[in-house]
């Protein structure tokens, strides 16, 4: 019996606890992804402000080309071949002697 209490619980608990907690998180996230949605266009708005329109004017005349660092992996070593083992397919036929050889069965 206290087993059984304990599975109506639960199950009132998931019907009638849990789709209101989910829902009130995923109205949140809404809200958030708004309030950032908000943001990135000011930050775009900002950046374009920001953007002379010349860009050669504001480059030193003493710049070089940023050079980025390459990772290279080390080479992969060669595989060594082992010598081939011959390859086996079936033992070979055992004679057939009147002390092994038995009467065929009949299928059952």
Known sequence: MEG???????????????????LAKAI????EIE?????????????RSAVPTDK??????TAQPVISRVIS?????????SPEA?????PPPRPA?????QPARAPI
């Open 86 to 90: 011959p390859k086996v397919t079936a």
């Open 28 to 31: 949140r996230a809404q809200r």
């Open 35 to 47: 309030k950032l949605k908000e943001r990135l266009g000011e930050l775009e708005a900002q950046d």
């Open 4 to 22: 059984f209490i304990i599975l109506l619980l639960l199950a009132v608990a998931l019907i009638f606890i849990l789709p209101p907690v989910a």
């Open 73 to 81: 992996l080390p080479p992969v070593p060669p595989q060594v071949d």
């Open 56 to 61: 050669t004017a504001t480059m030193p005349a």
């Open 97 to 101: 002697t009147a002390a092994t050889t």
